[in-house]
């Protein structure tokens, strides 16, 4: 059974950089074709993807946001780390990783975790 | 990039009835598109792959069809638990959603 929790702060506070945690199980990012994602939902918004990793350490990221994020992945602890500097209170949203499916260019997400909500406040 | 535009955003349904929820690209994307359901307070799940695909444990009631640059979204009698939003994603890019509530 594949599994994905997030998991990090709740609260940060302007300017400061964001660090989550994307711990799974029920799969190996050391396996040919496995690749997991970070998406986000502020409140009563729609869905935005941030950033990719990849089995072989490719690296992909938002156009908007490239400049701020950094993912890393430690294969023996089976986590991925999203890190997003100089937060803003427009990054107040529910943060999800999620493992893609597909290959290729033809992908989707599945499962994705439950979720962390983190808001950007003073 | 390409854009995904979902329409309605929101769709008034009976129990029963059935709900056609439409995704368009803006440029064609073939088949490669999903759709995820989501309730309130939970993370999307997946439903459709590939455009027309189940996911694993997707009742029939739900059917995908499309191609290119136009998709729908088709849910047959609808059910109690089927009132949610529903995202379209092809790639990186996701739809704004469209809320299926009860009439």
């Known amino acids: 059974q594949v599994t994905l929790k997030e998991s990090g702060p709740a609260l940060v506070k302007p300017t400061q950089t964001l660090t989550l945690t994307c711990t799974f199980s029920g799969f190996s990012l050391n396996t040919n074709g496995v690749r997991v994602s970070w998406i986000r939902q502020p409140p009563g918004k729609a869905l935005e993807w941030l950033a990719r990793i990849d089995w072989d350490d490719d690296k992909f990221f938002s156009t908007s946001l490239k400049t701020r994020l950094t993912i890393s992945k430690d294969t023996s602890k089976n986590q991925v780390v999203l890190t997003m500097t100089n937060m803003d209170p427009a990054d107040t949203a529910t943060y999800y990783c999620?493992?893609?499916?597909?290959?290729?260019?033809?992908?989707?997400?599945?499962?994705w975790g439950q979720g962390i909500p983190v808001t950007v406040s003073s | 990039e390409i854009v995904m535009t979902q329409s309605p955003a929101t769709l008034s349904v009976s129990p029963g009835e059935r709900a056609t929820l439409s995704c368009r690209a803006s440029q064609s994307v073939y088949s490669n598109l999903s759709w995820y359901q989501q309730k309130p307070g939970q993370a999307p799940s997946l439903l459709i792959y590939?455009?027309?695909t189940r996911a694993t444990g997707i009742p029939d009631r739900f059917s995908g069809s499309g191609s290119g640059t136009k998709f729908t979204l088709t849910i047959n009698s609808l059910q109690s638990e089927d009132f949610a939003v529903y995202y379209c994603q092809h790639q990186g890019t996701f739809g704004q959603g469209t809320k299926v509530e009860i009439k």
């Open positions: 999620a493992r893609m499916r597909g290959a290729g260019y033809r992908y989707w997400f599945d499962p």
């Open positions: 590939g455009a027309t």
